[in-house]
């Protein structure tokens, strides 16, 4: 019966009137005392997370206990500081439920969505709340950009923002808030910067380099124990302080806003070259290759073409192959540069239309294939990460057409919508 109650008010934590979304069920929706504490010592006293100290599961009760009511208060920065402790001492996977919710009550969408992620990652998670939370993880990835930091040497510190530096193997995978950012790399006394741009939703990937001589390991030191793969949680934005002795402890740390960036871009070593830009991915948005959907429209009024394709891109540079298809079959060999790769990229055009039509002299029916040229002038649109629109205005002129009731010259807008990878 004891356990019957206790699930039920963990069930009655969904409805949380703090927030009107679906979301796990949480302690702060439990207003009834004895059933909370029932919640609480369900969590602390789970066999599957090992303790060295009995006293660590009642310490781990009472700062939870204190945590969601400072909750109740509206106190959210001492009730977060007190599940993080709580965490630290206690590394429950059902802890992390209670610091994502409390996270987006403080308005933290990316810090939640790491602390989502590393519930999912838990080897100790339970499935019961995993579908939930994925759910939940993909509503805040929407709005959010995930980052992929590659790092160049391995071993280096990468810091976001003006936060403190992470020591990373390879790679670190964090959120961030859409929007421009600035991924900082350092190793001994060298350092370079790399500014990024960030949509909602969209997945980007990031070369963080330095140009730097790596020396030789020395095979009697032990290796340092680094994660190749960094999930960030708690670095997003960079208000909390992370442990190396206790990899589960964070201190809170309230600030207004991220420390002031120092003035230099570059620190390098006095005998040390600069790095290789060619080592740096641009600091405008990178383009993907997708498939493309356009409208031809005849300048005249009388009609349009529909085409589909593929879109091969090489950062400012892009390929089109395409199908079209009116009255008559045809396609189009095509590319673009873009001036611009942001929010609004304008555009240059060339390409090879054609189009096969067949024709009747009186004497027997032929079919003929007639090739143009194109030159156009367009914008496109990003809408975020996988989508984008985009217009011109083009003119064209077709050989071979003579004596036939196609046109030599056509004035071409065109309407296209671009789904990227």
Known sequence: MKHTHCLV??????ARIASAEDEPPTLAAIKDDKALAEALSQIVNDPTIPTKDPKTREVAQALMSEGVKQLLANNFDQALANFLEAYGQFPSPKILLNIGSTLRDMGKPAE????????????????????????LLQKLDDELTILTIRVVPRLAEISIDGGPFVAVGSTL???????????????????????????????????????????DEDPSKPAPKIEEVHQAWMEADYHYTRSAENPNARG?????????????????????????PSTQLPTTAAISSGAI?????????????????????????????????????????????????????PYGAVGLPFFVFDTDDGTMAKTKISIGVRGAGGVELMLNGHLS?????????????????????????????????
């Open 112 to 135: 939640a969505a790491n602390t989502y992620q590393r519930y999912l990652l838990d080897p100790a998670t339970g499935p019961e709340r995993m579908g939930e939370v994925k759910l």
């Open 293 to 345: 959907a356009v409208m031809r429209i005849d300048g005249k009024g009388r009609g349009f073409a529909g085409g589909v394709g593929i879109a091969i891109a090489r950062e400012r540079l892009e390929g089109e192959v395409m199908l079209l298809r009116s009255d008559v079959t045809g396609g189009y060999l095509g590319a673009r540069y873009r001036f611009l790769t942001g929010f609004v990229r």
């Open 389 to 421: 629109v985009q217009a011109d205005l083009g003119y064209e002129h077709f050989f071979f057409v003579g004596g036939t009731r196609y046109e030599a010259n056509a004035f071409v807008p065109t309407l296209g919508v671009i789904g990227r990878l």
């Open 252 to 276: 809170y740390k309230q600030t207004a806003e991220a420390p002031p960036m120092p003035p230099l871009l570059l620190t390098p070593h006095d005998d040390a070259e600069p790095p290789d």
């Open 9 to 14: 008010a963990l069930l009655l934590a969904g």
């Open 173 to 215: 995978i964090t959120r961030a808030r859409p929007g421009t950012h600035l991924v900082r790399i350092k190793r001994d006394d060298l350092m370079a910067d790399v500014n990024i741009n960030g949509f909602p939703g969209e997945n980007k990937e990031v070369l963080a380099a330095l140009k730097v001589k790596i020396p």
